[in-house]
């Protein structure tokens, strides 16, 4: 069997394909890349615990036959190749890549010793990639990293007529993203955090299917199919804590305070959960951090609501820099009063954009 | 006591000094910069074990003083400054930083603190700065990064009388590169290869003043003047080893040949010495490599000098590759022989430059 491919072509596919392919696994299977040789391509699939993936590439084939590879080997091979086209030539228990005066001779496993992996093409939801991609992006940073509770791990996602709700939390800080529109899908699911990662990867422009049955979510989209398992567990009531008043706001640029909170954080100690303090007066937000080191400080002009109040607050200059940066423009930023109580982040120029970040106990 | 200079003009100057200042050491006054206000500018200055530097920054100054600072600190903090002008306020005990609306205070330490540094202004020897760096980037490469004997983790400085001759060795190759003109400065001395990096780091235009005094270099560069420590100890008599005489050689791009290397060692086994194995024989290099994933292999058209032997002689890769680095068009690659008696790397176009790898035993 020959094949033969644009390198780049090859290469750009099987990047998204191996990175979900673990490169060492207890069990070897889950480590193998799986080849199909179709008419008008290849399609290259493999698994994590938590996704399976296909692609198709298109190639000029001749015959057909399905193979097996280790997934990160053979992509560090097509990744070093010195012409602008492969060959692939694939026997029962080789397969000989060639480009220029390069050969590599790799040795296949049996097709039967990958992951048994299957996709559906019944996919009744639809999306644009491009709004699903800002809806996850916006929600998936507030998921916690590990050492928790598996479902804050996690991005769920609320559908149902008119409503697409991505949203996340590690209880210490959360972020939605509502799309205001239907997908044709309805309930509520938690995707892995990490499985979201590598669905933004692959989402270019057009359309994304999307089905969920089994535990999964199918998403097809382009030449990639994914399966991502759910998580199971009851996410947190998250919106009983939004606060729901706010005596005092104010209003500046995202990105001038997130840089503002940055460098005056490079005093803070990060053993003492990186602790900015914000001080909102007559019109000007002053953000000063102390450590060991010393101490930095820097002002704001703000538009203020509320002035006849002042704001004492303290935060983790990590979470409210996170918060800041799906916010394109102006930023409003709201305090639900007692310096304990959540503050809320809303973008100006689009509604749909909540985050709330929890403030450090000041003591 | 107050400064005021431009942002990027202190940042760059600071960034040279702080590197070579450690962060963390078990004397605290290492990792002190010291700052020292004088009439036009700044002084700042600082020290490791094995390199002391200062580095004057053009600032306007009001006062005279001493003063001393954390210098990753105080890097990391001008590193953030928001504006293009910064404003330094030194009293005895505290340096206000000043830049647009951010303020930091940091705490500064008695200067009687800091490592007691000096700088000689007798430098009877003068050499070109890119001649210089042309000459020590050429041979760095070749001296041992750890856990060998001390000496082979410097360079040596061959200097006399129309010579110059920068040598690093780590037992399983060499290089060395002759500038063929004098600096003034007599003998022979071996500095760390780490301290070679920090001077290469300030290496501009110009001239560079040198002096070899009381254990060590002392060199002065535009704005900077640097003590680098000399290592004691034998190098080993090299020369003697360097072959004389090469039955077969041949000639081609040494990035093509670099390139292919890199590519066919991808296979190679990294535990077993990254061996690439290289065949020559009618005008035509082959390279191969074999692992546990598969073999690889590449042809090269080569010009062969020796044509009616044949060669066949394994490198580590890395070894060939780094011996490639500094050859800018054709090298020539030269066989001693015996597959086990070491090749000779040499620049078609530069006849400074010699390398040498010892070939891996090929049993």
Redesign the interface.
Known sequence: MRVNVPKKTLADVLSNVERIIPARSSNPGLSLLRIDLEDGGLVLSGSSLDIDVRAKVPADVSGEGSYAV?AH?FG??VR???ADDVELDLTEN?LQITS????????LVAPGSTAVVSFTDELPGEIDADQLAKALTSARYAAAVADFQAVFRGVKLELADDRFRAVATDGFRLAYYDLGLGTGLEGDVIVPARSVDELLRVLGDGPVRLSLDGGQMSVKHGDYSLNLKLMEGAFPDYERVIPANFPVSITLSASRLA??V???S??ADKTANNRVDLFVKDGVATITAEGS????????PVMQEGTDSEIAVAYNARFLVDALGPVGGDVRLMFSGASSSPSVVRDLGDDNYLAMVVPLRTS
Chains 1, 2 share one sequence.
Do not use: C, D, F
Request: net charge negative; charged share 25%.
């Open positions: 280790v080997v560090m091979v070093s190749l010195p080789e220029g005066s390069y050969t590599t001779k790799l040795q840089e503002a940055n460098r005056v490079l005093m080191y010393g101490r930095s400080q820097e002002e704001l």
